[in-house]
């Protein structure tokens, strides 16, 4: 069974600063794939990045980067330059290459501070 | 293309009603997913379909729950005789494939039983 678990319930930052979330996940699947997605108080569901498991290039999408570790099980997200609309939930999430089922972690609160 | 359509947005139910949540997905994706988001929790998966199949129910209650992606309309998930505790987001997404790729969510439906 895959899990994910995200062990910081609760982050800030000041705004233009960096923070890392962290987030780590157990499978028994070969290929699958890792997400990290937002959710601000709107509650729609953002992508904010993704990461193929197979691929050993750590993922960017403009100020935001992955640190994926494979052997660790590790896929923590990065914020440069932070700003106040980052504020929101971010969830760590995984899915299986054959199905597309994703499995999210308990989320982290994010605050961005002025 | 107008994304994956859910509705209605907000749905308030007494208890023992039925609830019917109702998810339209993006033009040329055949692969739905219904996800359940109790208060301050993550998302939890319930059941992946295709185009009138239900490929993975393992999230699913075992009782008063269903969901059906009939050949023309969109997928529909049911709940009957509505309890307190069936008080969350839904939320559908919907793919062009099983895997993780081209995943995108709906802004999801709020029940409030009352």
């Known amino acids: 069974a895959q899990t994910v678990t995200q062990s910081q319930p609760e982050m800030s930052v000041q705004e233009a600063e960096t923070v890392t979330l962290s987030c780590t996940y157990d499978?028994?699947?070969?290929?699958?794939?890792l997400f990290w997605y937002k959710q601000p108080p709107s509650r729609q569901m953002i992508l904010v990045i993704r990461?193929?498991?197979?691929?050993?290039q750590n993922a960017t999408e403009n100020r935001f980067s992955v640190n994926f570790q494979k052997a660790a099980k590790s896929f923590s997200l990065k914020i440069s330059d932070s700003q106040l609309g980052d504020t929101a939930m971010y969830f760590c999430?995984?899915?299986?290459?054959?199905?597309?089922?994703?499995?999210f972690g308990q989320g982290t609160t994010l605050q961005v501070k002025p | 293309n107008a994304g994956v359509m859910q509705n209605p947005r907000h749905l308030v139910r007494r208890r023992g009603q039925e609830a019917r949540l109702r998810c339209s997905p993006m033009?040329?994706?055949?692969?739905v997913y219904w996800y359940r988001q109790l208060p301050e929790e993550g998302l939890k998966f319930m059941v992946y379909?295709?185009?009138?199949?239900?490929?993975?129910e393992s999230g699913m209650p075992k009782e008063r729950f269903s969901a059906e992606f009939p050949k023309e309309g969109p997928s529909i998930l049911r709940i009957q005789q509505v309890v307190r505790g069936d008080s969350a987001a839904y939320f559908c997404?919907?793919?062009?494939?099983?895997?993780?790729?081209?995943?995108?969510f709906g802004s999801g439906t709020r029940l409030t039983v009352v």
């Open positions: 033009k040329g994706h055949s692969h």
């Open positions: 999430a995984s899915s299986s290459s054959n199905t597309g089922k994703l499995i």
């Open positions: 499978t028994s699947e070969n290929n699958y794939y």
């Open positions: 997404a919907s793919s062009p494939s099983a895997g993780g790729n081209g995943y995108t």
């Open positions: 379909l295709q185009k009138e199949n239900i490929i993975d």
């Open positions: 990461q193929e498991a197979y691929k050993q």
